[in-house]
C-alpha cells in the first residue's frame, strides 16, 4: 500500500495546483477550507485532478517536483491519460457485487 501520494488539483480558474500528501482527499478538503498553501486560498474551490501513488516521502517529493515542472499541456495530458486508464481499469470482484 503506498503510503503517499503525488496529487494535481485544478483551481476554480483554471490553473493547476500540485502537491503530495498521505491522503490527497483530505488534503483538497483541506485547501478548500481555506488551510494549506497560500496559491490555493485565493482559488477555491478545487477539485482533484489527478493521483499518483508514491512508495515513501523521498519519491513523493521528487515527483512532486517533477510534475510542478511540467507545462500546462503536459499536465492536462497526465490528467486525460489517467482518467482514461482509471475508467479503463477492471473492477475488482469485491465492488463489483
Known amino acids: 500500500m503506498p503510503s503517499y501520494f503525488c496529487y494535481i488539483a ?5 490553473t493547476y495546483y ?6 490527497p482527499e ?3 478538503r483541506e485547501h478548500n477550507a481555506g488551510h494549506g498553501a497560500r ?3 485565493m482559488r477555491r474551490p478545487l477539485r482533484l485532478a489527478y493521483v499518483e501513488p508514491q512508495p ?3 519519491s513523493a517529493m521528487r515527483r512532486e517536483r517533477a510534475l510542478k515542472a511540467l507545462p500546462r499541456a503536459r499536465k492536462i495530458a ?3 491519460a489517467g482518467v482514461a486508464e482509471a475508467a479503463s481499469a477492471p473492477v475488482p470482484k469485491e465492488e463489483a457485487r
Open 78 to 80: 497526465l490528467i486525460h
Open 39 to 41: 496559491y490555493t486560498r
Open 56 to 58: 515513501d516521502r523521498p
Open 18 to 23: 500540485t502537491g503530495l500528501s498521505t491522503d
Open 10 to 14: 485544478e483551481c476554480a480558474d483554471g
Open 26 to 28: 483530505r488534503r483538497i
